[in-house]
């Protein structure tokens, strides 16, 4: 456990290196400005070449060998296949930046909507013209979808969409609640196991053996654990 959590240190910490110097980079090549404004994407970059040039070829991380640790993938200490190696690179690093992207555009677009919104309630008191007109217009389109059930699921596709955008900004924090709680429950589970310190390498089914010198590797966190939750837990 100990090396396993320190090489996830050296990791993020290398990652980071490289991160800031794709950074320098894209500074110098466009400006200040541009670096600024894809600051998400240089940093996607930065942790996807640094995972690709190490787990992704097959070679221990810089981490991992600082602790004399390699990843396996089954009970026997075979190590992992390519397929589990980008498994987990897409998980480590192309999932939160994808998770984080498509949350900004949907916040977004529901301020674009209430906007909208607001300016149609606005243009609502022009005279009944607007109002005839559109209503023809819901009859033309009420009766185009009775025969086609394609744009049938589209519209409930489109409804469904616009009350996700709509509910979203409530939801938002009960979501990032459940992923605090969901980070907390895999560190329990890895406390007891030993196994899986982050989801990314859960859900590709990658974990560690120590392949130092015995004498070399440091107790586990087991019974730490169990005493800081008892303490929790009576006060």
Request: charged fraction near 20%; aromatic fraction near 12%.
């Amino acid at each position: 456990q100990p090396e396993v959590m320190r090489a996830a240190e050296k990791d993020d910490s290398y990652a980071a290196h490289v991160t800031e110097a794709c950074r320098d980079a894209f500074r110098h090549l466009f400006g200040t400005r541009v670096a600024v404004a894809y600051q998400n994407e240089i940093k996607l970059l930065g942790q996807s070449l640094y995972y690709l040039l190490t787990t992704g070829s097959g070679q221990q991380t810089l981490g991992e060998e600082y602790c004399d640790i390699s990843q396996v993938a089954t009970s026997h200490g075979l190590p992992p296949t390519p397929a589990r190696r980008m498994l987990f690179i897409l998980y480590q690093t192309t999932v939160p930046y994808l998770a984080e992207r498509i949350s900004s555009r949907i916040v977004s677009r529901g301020i674009y909507m209430d906007d909208s919104q607001l300016d149609n309630h606005h243009e609502s008191d022009n005279p009944s013209r607007g109002i005839t007109e559109s209503s023809t217009n819901t009859n033309e389109s009420s009766r185009s979808l009775s025969f086609s059930m394609l744009s049938r699921l589209r519209s409930k596709a489109h409804a469904f969409w616009l009350w996700v955008v709509q509910k979203w900004p409530s939801m938002l924090p009960l979501g990032q609640d459940f992923i605090q709680l969901a980070i907390r429950t895999n560190l329990m589970f890895f406390y007891f196991e030993g196994l899986y310190y982050h989801f990314s390498k859960r859900g590709a089914g990658i974990h560690y053996v120590f392949i130092g010198k015995p004498m070399n590797q440091r107790p586990r966190y087991l019974f730490l654990y169990l005493f800081t939750l008892s303490k929790r837990l009576t006060t």
